[in-house]
């Protein structure tokens, strides 16, 4: 009497094995794209923030006479109507969202710059202390900051 053997159709260990691998890594690359898009609109939001800021800024520069208020007051912008409502940029490190100085005074008239750190550091300053240096994120690897000045 003769027995057929059946044999079944399986996937081998190895087969599998390739396969959760390549998952692995297709899900790796999507984390690390999502991450960067994070990163991007949080930045994003901060640049469109600190221009709220500057406009805000300057609007009180031109009434003031050129003169530029001596520290940055978010509250104090919002309360006077410069600004329309805080900004809800989320700053790094836990500190202040923007960094904010006067650079110079001339002809009676103050010039200011105010700051924004960036996630991706891409922006177009270098902040170190109180000095502020303009750097090109193409060559430079710590343009952390992007500023904006009057």
Same mark, same amino acid.
């Given at each position: ?6 044999? #079944?159709?399986?996937?081998? %260990?190895?087969?599998?094995? @390739? ?7 297709? +899900? ?8 960067? +898009? ?21 609007? /009180?520069?031109?009434?003031? %006479? ?15 109507? /410069? ?5 809800? =940029? @989320? ?7 923007? =960094?904010?100085?006067?650079?110079? =005074?001339?002809?009676?008239?103050? #010039?200011?710059? @105010? *700051?924004?750190?960036?996630?991706? #550091?891409?922006?177009?300053? #270098? @902040?170190?202390?109180?000095? /502020?240096?303009? *750097?090109?994120? +193409?060559?430079?690897?710590? *343009?952390?900051?992007? *500023?904006?000045?009057?």
């Amino acid at each position: 009497m003769s027995r057929k053997i059946h044999s #079944k159709k399986a996937f081998t %260990l190895i087969e599998v094995m @390739v396969v959760v691998a390549i998952i692995g890594i297709l +899900a790796s690359m999507g984390i690390s794209s999502y991450t960067r +898009a994070l990163q991007n609109g949080r930045d994003a939001r901060r640049k469109s923030d600190l221009d709220e800021v500057r406009k805000a800024l300057q609007i /009180y520069w031109a009434e003031h %006479l050129g003169n530029a208020p001596a520290s940055l007051d978010l509250a104090s912008l919002t309360t006077n109507g /410069y600004l329309d409502k805080n900004p809800t =940029s @989320v700053p790094l490190g836990g500190g202040e969202t923007f =960094s904010y100085a006067i650079t110079s =005074s001339t002809s009676g008239s103050q #010039k200011f710059i @105010v *700051c924004v750190q960036l996630e991706r #550091k891409t922006g177009n300053y #270098k @902040v170190s202390g109180s000095t /502020y240096t303009s *750097c090109d994120p +193409a060559t430079a690897s710590d *343009c952390s900051h992007f *500023c904006a000045t009057n």
